[in-house]
């Protein structure tokens, strides 16, 4: 039987406490949003998984304490975890709540980044339909990534030329190959 470490009220150290705020923090709701509140806590709860923020093994945060925190029905918050639970990324620890199960960060961060591929590629593909040329789609791309990178990661240096860059090299390439 895998161990479940306790992260409720009346079980917890400060420091547990904090990473519990901390949790609830980070949903961030868009009530005028198309997508459900359920499902924009699950796709949240996706994103605290994969990045470790959501520990595997630990509870979360209850459902009453989510509901209150976010001011949302009880039962939206009931949905979102039946979803979880589902889904296999938290199991019900009997009279405790629920807990991030063991290698859920491992499937979370798959599907985040199999979900970034899809969403890049459907990028790439709307770009070329639209009939940019494919160095005009690198540019973007690459400026893209370079002001992300630079916001989340401010330390980060690129070690290697840029994506139009490359593709130039690769086209010299193949016509030196050609001849």
């Known amino acids: 039987m895998e161990r479940y470490t306790v992260l409720h009220n009346q079980y917890t150290n400060p420091q547990q406490r904090q990473t519990i705020c901390a949790a ?3 949903y961030q709701l868009n009530f005028n949003s198309p997508i459900p509140i359920y499902e924009q806590i ?4 996706h994103f605290l998984i994969a990045s470790g923020a959501l520990p595997e093994g630990e509870l979360i945060p209850s459902v009453r304490e989510v509901a209150k925190t976010l001011t949302i029905n009880p039962q939206t918050v009931v949905r979102a975890y039946s979803e979880l639970k589902t889904a296999d990324l938290i199991v019900a620890v009997r ?9 859920a960060r491992d499937q979370c961060r798959r599907a985040r980044l199999e979900l970034f591929q899809t969403r890049i590629e459907e990028g ?4 070329a339909l639209g009939r940019l040329s494919p160095e005009e789609i690198a540019e973007i791309v690459d400026a893209a990534f370079l002001k992300a990178v630079s916001k989340h ?6 070690i290697s030329i840029g994506l139009v860059e490359r593709i130039e090299e690769e086209r010299a390439n193949k016509e030196k190959s050609n001849d």
């Open 24 to 26: 609830l923090s980070m």
């Open 42 to 45: 699950v796709r949240q709860a």
């Open 95 to 103: 009279g405790q709540g629920y807990a991030v199960k063991h290698g």
């Open 124 to 127: 790439i593909e709307e770009a």
């Open 153 to 158: 990661y401010p330390d980060w240096k690129p």
